[in-house]
Nanobody
């Protein structure tokens, strides 16, 4: 499975961005998808997850109410809509995929990973 993330950039505090992750190489419908981020000098942390047909989602407390994950299996794409961005959201954002859907936000051992896309939030 190949994952390609895009949509990062520079945005001011309070602004919005939409991240995209497109997958290929496996039936996308079978895959649960995740967004994970890593800020400078910090460990990777779970951001959001969505089940294979989108019927279940989960979010880190730090982004709940501001970020929305969605999945379009017809386009092999998962999205992360990020609103009301804060400086603490500055990080490299990675998309990941796995056959299993997990709500364990500390176990980031997903099978497939894409390259990251950088999100910078300036004040």
């Amino acid at each position: 499975v190949q994952l390609q993330a895009s949509g990062g950039g520079l945005v001011q505090t309070g602004g919005s961005l939409r991240l995209f992750c497109t997958g290929s190489g496996r039936i996308f419908d079978d895959l649960s998808m995740y967004w994970v981020r890593q800020a400078p000098g910090k460990e990777r942390e779970f951001v959001a997850g969505i089940s294979w047909i989108g019927h279940m989602t989960s979010y880190a407390d730090s982004v709940k109410g501001r970020f929305t994950i969605s999945k379009d299996n017809t386009k092999n794409t998962v999205y992360l809509q990020m609103n009301d961005l804060k400086s603490g959201d500055t990080a490299i954002y990675y998309c990941a995929a796995d056959i299993n859907y997990s709500t364990d936000q500390h176990h980031l051992a997903y099978k497939y990973w894409g390259q990251g896309t950088l999100v910078t939030v300036s004040s």
